[in-house]
């Protein structure tokens, strides 16, 4: 996958503007008085979820390959809530791999949660919404499990934030629409 290098030298984003971006907007959807009780913590750890996502470009193809297999310290990635489903229920049934899980959580809080709206037809957002706290759960070792735990506890209140992002977001008049 291409490094976020790319995106910087071909559109001037870099991971700071990035996380900048979905740090202010996160503040104006949560509202000042929870932002300040989160933004150190879950507030900051959303906002590079989502600065990670608009970095990173996805091959859809090769993450549903049956080649695919990223190493264990690899941030894994996901096509769709239902490959987050499949990969769950093998780490129920085998050795826990951390990473993976906390990467599981993090596409469940862009797709049940950012993409709520494209999502809610097809899939059951609370039972991805109690996978997503599951994983972070699972996430939570070492130097990271008061962060992870912190997301496991918040989680369905992260998902319902990252909707109305995406809804403010598209009601913004700073976005490029499409004319009809």
Avoid at 36 to 49: C, E, F, K
Avoid at 92 to 111: C, D, F, R, V
Avoid at 121 to 128: A, D, L, Q, T
């Amino acid at each position: 996958m291409p490094s976020s290098e790319f995106f910087e030298e071909l559109y001037g984003v870099t991971a700071e503007g990035a996380i900048n971006f979905w740090v202010s907007h996160l503040h104006e959807t949560i509202g000042s008085d929870h932002w300040s009780q989160i933004r150190d913590s879950t507030g900051l750890y959303l906002a590079s979820v989502l600065g990670h996502f608009c970095l990173q470009s996805v091959d859809r193809r090769a993450i549903l390959s049956s080649d695919y297999s990223p190493g264990d310290q690899e941030f894994r990635q996901f096509a769709d809530l239902t490959q987050i489903a499949e990969l769950m229920m093998q780490q129920l049934t085998s050795a826990k791999n951390p990473m993976w899980m906390e990467s599981a959580g993090a596409h469940i809080l862009l797709y049940a949660g950012f993409f709520q709206k494209q999502n809610k037809e097809r899939h059951n957002i609370e039972f991805y919404s109690s996978m997503g706290r599951e994983c972070y759960l699972m996430a939570a070792v070492g130097k990271r499990s008061k962060i992870m735990n912190l997301m496991a506890e918040g989680f369905s209140q992260y998902l319902f934030h990252l909707a109305a992002l995406h809804r403010n977001l598209e009601e913004s008049r700073y976005l490029i629409r499409p004319v009809n």
